[in-house]
């Protein structure tokens, strides 16, 4: 089955302490992307990878790195975490198809304390 | 700036009673707009692409439209499982890789 699966579900942290949410898609897809989702902000692109070791800002980059090693792997770092961090995770991978449909995990929800 | 604006911001409607949710976008080169249905806990799951102004894509009950400066997603007769929070999202020429999404809205059909 075609997916993208996110790992933690969910987390409960302290600000400060190192953490990473780990990305993996199985459609041989070469872009990959992170988001945010706030309530009242909607979606925001943290980072985005058209390809190995090709990675890009977004619009929210701040706070936040990114590795792709992997075709298949774009995990999401978060080197301090802070309580502005707190919200939705989701990571985000697209084929060359013509719709230009992005395909999502189901989510990662991270609460920083 | 690119913006994308969703109305209403949620919608309650009767089962069978049609609706439309509106996407009005402000964006420098449109290069294509996607709707997504959201269920809660779940990830975003794709619908329609439309590329230009007058385009249509239809699937079950839904219809997408499109205008230079908006779209709509018609709903007809809908069902209690059509209930979801609809986003719109738009992807302009300079920006292959940059997708803004609006903040969608939450319909409720009950039955």
């Known amino acids: 089955e075609a997916q993208v699966t996110q790992n933690p579900r969910y987390l409960i942290t302290v600000t400060g302490k190192k953490l990473t949410v780990t990305c993996s898609q199985n459609?041989?897809?070469?872009?990959m992307s992170w988001y945010r989702q706030d309530p009242g902000l909607g979606l925001r692109q943290i980072y985005y990878?058209?390809?190995?070791?090709?990675?890009d800002k977004g619009d929210v980059p701040e706070g936040y790195k990114v590795s792709r090693k992997e075709k298949r792997n774009f995990p999401l770092i978060l080197e301090s975490p802070s309580p502005n961090q707190t919200s939705l995770y989701f990571c985000?991978?697209?084929?060359?198809?013509?719709?230009?449909?992005?395909?999502f995990g189901e989510g990662s929800r991270l609460t920083v304390l | 700036e690119d913006q994308v604006t969703q109305s209403p911001e949620a919608l309650r409607l009767q089962e069978g009673e049609s609706s439309s949710l509106n996407c009005s976008y402000t964006?420098?080169?449109?290069?294509?707009l996607f709707w997504y249905r959201q269920d809660p806990g779940k990830g975003p799951e794709f619908l329609f692409t439309?590329?230009?102004a007058g385009e249509e894509k239809e699937k079950e009950r839904l219809k997408a439209t499109l205008t230079k400066k908006e779209s709509f997603l018609h709903i007809t007769a809908p069902k209690p499982e059509d209930s979801a929070t609809y986003l719109c999202?738009?992807?302009?020429?300079?920006?292959?890789?940059?997708?803004?999404f609006g903040t969608g809205t939450k319909l409720q059909v009950i039955p």
């Open positions: 985000a991978s697209k084929g060359t198809t013509n719709t230009g449909e992005l395909f």
């Open positions: 459609m041989n897809h070469e872009y």
């Open positions: 990878s058209m390809n190995v070791e090709v990675t």
């Open positions: 964006v420098s080169g449109l290069r294509g």
């Open positions: 439309l590329y230009s």
């Open positions: 999202a738009v992807r302009v020429s300079g920006g292959y890789q940059k997708v803004t």
